[in-house]
């Protein structure tokens, strides 16, 4: 017998929040949740689920929702909130289930507080009727019972002072968010960062929406300061990351992606970085590769290179050249030239790597970033194996950034394709003009 | 970087892609050098997904290299619902060989064309020059 849950979410990166829920149900098999009530506007999602362990599975890696609750009752007040709980279908088994299980009450609430207004004790004491026997208590109880008050906040910083609604349920699950793993991997507090490191939420969310599972291989070929590999490797895939760039992966002294990991205590999850161009791969192609997740370079901090000679002529011959009777270009510090790139080709380059080495379903998701400024319209790459399955937009001031999210179908699926064609008019240019 | 690595690491010229010796390299054993990071902890259940995607005839032919032949000619398999007292030592020899051995400089040839790749600081360095890229 189906139950009713109610889901508890944050309002932050709200062009993101569905695609995570929708991606962790997906990862855990869980396609009965109906997404018909659910509402951008509204922290709040109330879904049917066969049990716990599925509440649990779906929520426990979520950045973007703050809980999930077994579901018993809600109203406008607190009045209609108890004759709503008394008056559920399963009201008398949830009260026989619970009756001698040890808890505690919490309370919580979105929009506003009630702090000083509300008598929590008072509070506690009108749901006297459900006849709970066992022991209060405050250090892991069996069951946390929550009140959670909603507001209509006056604006984005006042708080509101006129609760909406309240609702009252059986505490879960607390989400990856509530458990503290924007603390843990906030960039503040990382050994090895850089100018381009991605910001922890964000990045936890891309590997959950990427579908990073355990025990699985997650390769990012832009990994810089390994932003996304430390979100990987969080959720226990095995890492592997590579950069044209060797000296951002190689870090500096003691600050080292490698020292990250072993700071997070994940350092078995970290395989390696390679200093690679992506577009002369030397991962072996019968590798199979279960996730890319990446943020390619967007040619701003650095024009987009990949190895070879932007003047041919001027290279002719020099692998000729001999220091010391060893060719030049096989001593241990020679430096290969590179030659710019377009973010166009090198998107094509990364949509037809995953059609080539992803497994069936298997996702690609990485960040692509776009002008607001002129009306022209977006183009996102496509491939024919691919489907492209989220387009997340995180909104700046005259750009914005998304993340692009694609599942391998195969050589069967034959969608569209725009390979080849001119789509990013320029980013970089622009950019730097101030997007006019 | 890792002894595991040297199990994904082709030769990046794409020409060598057509023969198949571009995988895996040869690697210098007398230029290579060791290290074991032995405070890596020991994962069977990891580990086990991890041997599912290693190619063993390559895992022989660097561990050779590097101077080890005393490795099961067979990858070896294991019953991952009961693991036996035998499947743990073998699982953990496995974890110090691929997991915790590190080559920190060395340097890998590829056996088609002969191209030389160094691994400096622990990180292998797979750039071409222009004529092969």
């Not at chain 1, 960039?187 to 936890?204: C, D, I, M, N, V």
């Not at chain 2, 082709?10 to 290579?32: A, I, M, Q, T």
Request: charged share 25%.
């Amino acid at each position: 017998m189906p139950k009713k849950y109610l889901v508890f979410m944050v309002q932050v990166h709200v062009n993101f929040r569905r695609a995570e829920l929708e991606s962790l149900a997906d990862l855990y098999k869980l396609d009965s949740i109906n997404f018909k009530d659910y509402k951008e506007d509204s922290p709040f999602f109330i879904v049917e689920l066969d049990n716990d362990q599925q509440a649990k599975d779906w929520i426990k890696r979520s950045i973007l929702t703050r809980g999930i609750y077994e579901y018993w009752g809600q109203g406008i007040t607190y009045d209609e909130l108890h004759s709503d709980i008394r008056a559920g279908n399963n009201f008398e088994d949830y009260k026989s289930c619970y009756k001698n299980s040890t808890f505690k009450f919490e309370f919580d609430c979105y929009g506003g507080s009630s702090s000083g207004k509300l008598d929590r004790v008072a509070c506690i004491e009108s749901f006297k009727y459900l006849e709970f026997e066992g022991k209060i208590r405050m250090k892991n109880p069996d069951e946390v019972f929550t009140v959670i008050e909603e507001y209509e906040p006056i604006n984005d910083n006042v708080a509101g002072e006129k609760p909406l609604r309240v609702f009252f349920g059986r505490l879960v699950q607390r989400s990856d968010r509530f458990c503290g793993a924007l603390e843990k991997y906030d960039l503040k507090k990382r050994p090895y960062k850089g100018t381009t490191s991605f910001e922890a939420e964000l990045s936890l969310v891309s590997a959950n929406i990427a579908q990073v599972k355990a025990g699985t291989i997650m390769y990012d070929p832009f990994a810089g300061t390994g932003s996304f590999l430390v979100a990987g490797g969080h959720y226990g895939a095995a890492v592997i990351g590579s950069d044209i760039d060797g000296r951002m992966i190689r870090g500096k002294g003691s600050q080292t992606i490698r020292a990250n990991f072993r700071k997070y205590g994940e350092s078995l999850q970290f395989i390696d970085v390679l200093t690679m161009d992506f577009t002369h791969n030397a991962l072996r192609s019968n590798l199979v590769i279960d996730t890319i997740l990446c943020d390619p370079p967007y040619g701003i901090r650095e024009s987009i290179k990949v190895l070879g000679a932007k003047d041919p002529e001027k290279f002719a011959g020099k692998e000729n050249v001999e220091i010391n009777g060893l060719k030049a270009y096989l001593h241990r510090d020679y430096i290969p030239t590179k030659k710019p790139y377009s973010l166009d080709a090198l998107l094509d380059d990364l949509l037809q790597f995953a059609s080539e080495r992803l497994p069936l379903d298997g996702r690609l998701a990485f960040w692509m970033p776009v002008a607001n400024d002129e009306n022209i319209e977006t183009v996102i790459p496509m491939h024919r194996n691919l489907e492209l399955k989220y387009n997340c937009v995180q909104e700046f001031n005259k750009w914005s950034r998304r993340l692009l999210v694609y599942i391998n179908r195969g050589s069967e699926y034959n969608g569209p394709t725009n390979a080849g064609l001119e789509r990013s008019s320029n980013f970089r240019d622009r950019y730097f003009k101030g997007f006019n | 970087m890792k002894f595991l690595t040297t199990n994904f690491l082709k030769c990046s010229v794409k020409e060598c892609d057509r023969s198949n010796d571009n995988f895996p390299l040869r690697y210098n054993g007398e230029k290579c050098q060791l290290e074991q990071d032995e405070s890596i902890e020991f994962n069977p259940e990891f580990l086990l997904r991890i041997i599912d995607r290693v190619d063993w005839d390559a895992v022989l032919s660097v561990a050779s290299d590097l101077g080890n032949s005393s490795l099961p000619p067979k990858k070896p398999i294991f019953e991952s619902e009961q693991l036996s007292d035998e499947d743990m030592v073998i699982l953990r020899d496995l974890h110090t060989l691929l997991i915790q051995t590190n080559i920190i400089e060395g340097e890998m040839t590829c056996k088609n064309c002969g191209h030389i790749y160094y691994i400096k600081n622990s990180i292998p360095n797979l750039l071409l020059p222009p004529h092969l890229a």
